[in-house]
Nanobody
Framework: QVQLVESGGGSVQAGGSLRLSCTAS????????MGWFRQAPGKDREGFAA???????SYADSVKGRFTISKDNAKNTLSLQMDGLEPEDTAMYYC????????????????????WGQGTQVTVSS
């Protein structure tokens, strides 16, 4: 079991920045991949950033060059720095952990076994 608690999020104007954090706990946390997913109203939840247990990062094309995923193993914290935000980035954002989360070919993928945070809202106005 992995427990995930998110913080951050909020409202910002287009072009602005926000930072999300996710604190993880549980016996399997250190061996799992972690990532960020988001879900806009009426759309499926989609992954867009991932980081392996060894620190390898990958991104979906939709955020590459604008968002940065990182983790601090000493603090059990996953972070997401979001710059150049666009109205299309408006969604509920979720931290996730699982045996496999990665991005390739412009898209992100995950294992069936997945643990989710409670979600935090990000709203970008034009």
């Amino acid at each position: 079991q992995v427990q995930l608690v998110e913080s951050g999020g909020g409202s910002v104007q287009a072009g602005g920045s926000l930072r999300l954090s996710c604190t993880a706990s549980g016996p399997m946390y250190s061996t799992y991949s972690m990532g960020w997913f988001r879900q806009a109203p009426g759309k499926d939840r989609e992954g867009f950033a991932a980081i392996d247990s060894d620190g390898t990062v990958s991104y979906a094309d939709s955020v590459k060059g604008r968002f940065t995923i990182s983790k601090d193993n000493a603090k059990n914290t996953l972070s997401l720095q979001m710059d150049g935000l666009e109205p299309e980035d408006t969604a509920m954002y979720y931290c996730a952990a699982g045996p496999m989360i990665y991005c390739a070919g412009g898209y992100c993928y995950r294992s069936e076994e997945i643990y989710w945070g409670q979600g935090t809202q990000v709203t970008v106005s034009s």
